[in-house]
């Protein structure tokens, strides 16, 4: 990523074409396979929300609870004049925490693919942080984005990454992430990454798997975007959501599974689905410290600190280039 002028509130948008050429790539892969990112349309952002609220879903409480706890300290980490840019910025309660607690912040680039959940996260915090240059940019933050300038100068980028976003690609990919991060903070910036850890396979299935059914109407809304978007004619009541925890790759594989012989039709393609064939949207990677360790090193960074919770289910890794 590389800094360019930008007015204020003037967001980059992303390529209206992507979407249907990565599910014509895809569902012609084996196995089938969409891309996580196309789950946040706006009703898959609404969606997600409900499901943070779900008692199965730790992740968001306890990565809440981590920055309440410690944000202080993170915040003296960090230091003053600080821009900060967030990877996927989606509702920005845990930005406004952070925000809030740091000294001085000259600006915030939230970087979000879905418009509507970053001009709303924006106007709210433009409201609260008036000294604070609000610069958003729609966009895909795992391809290369123009960055804003700020009109102040800044001591340091810090990249924001909550919510175990990391955990979404192979890990071959997050080092890449984690290469970019590096890039992006310099020589005396720090990076700030959600990652979850890992635990009993109960707990974790289970958080992917509410009884309210409101993570299996979030994977399935991809279908229905698909409906209306790519002029598809999937009918949700044939397929279903299914997350497992697989133990030795260390990571929750969510499917949409067809539960019958099929023939769909989506982006001008007609594809073929057998009984019990699974379609792969999710990776959600689960680590233990040595392995966030032996990433960051490989990516040319070093963690600084880590916090977590008491119960050690998550934590926030503060890194910086090594």
Partial sequence: MTPTASANHQPTLARDDDFAEDVRKGLSTRPKRIASKYFYDAAGSDLFERICAQPEYYLTRTELEILRDH??????????????????????????????????????????ISESALEESVASLAEQF???????????????????????????????????????????????????????????????????????????????????????????NLLVRMNRELGGNFALERFRHRAQYNALAGRIETHIVSICDQTVSVAGRRVAFAADEAMLVEYSCKYAQADIEAMAAKAGLRVVRTWTDPDQRFALELLARA
């Fill in 71 to 112: 944000v202080d300290e993170i915040a003296t980490q960090i230091g003053t004049r600080a821009l900060l840019v967030e990877y996927g910025s989606g509702a920005g309660i845990k930005t406004r925490l952070l925000l809030d607690a740091l000294d001085r912040p000259i600006g915030y680039v939230p970087i979000e």
């Fill in 130 to 220: 008036p000294d604070v240059q609000m610069l958003p940019v729609c966009a895909d933050f795992t391809q290369p984005v123009t960055l804003p300038i700020t009109r102040q100068r800044h001591e340091r980028v810090v990249v924001f990454f909550p919510g175990s976003t990391l955990g979404n690609f192979e890990q071959r990919e997050a080092i890449g992430l984690l290469r970019t991060m590096r890039d992006e903070i310099g020589a005396n910036g720090f990076a700030l990454v959600g990652v979850d850890l890992k635990k009993d396979r109960a707990i974790l299935e289970a958080a992917y798997n509410d009884a309210a059914g409101v993570t299996r109407d979030f994977t399935l």
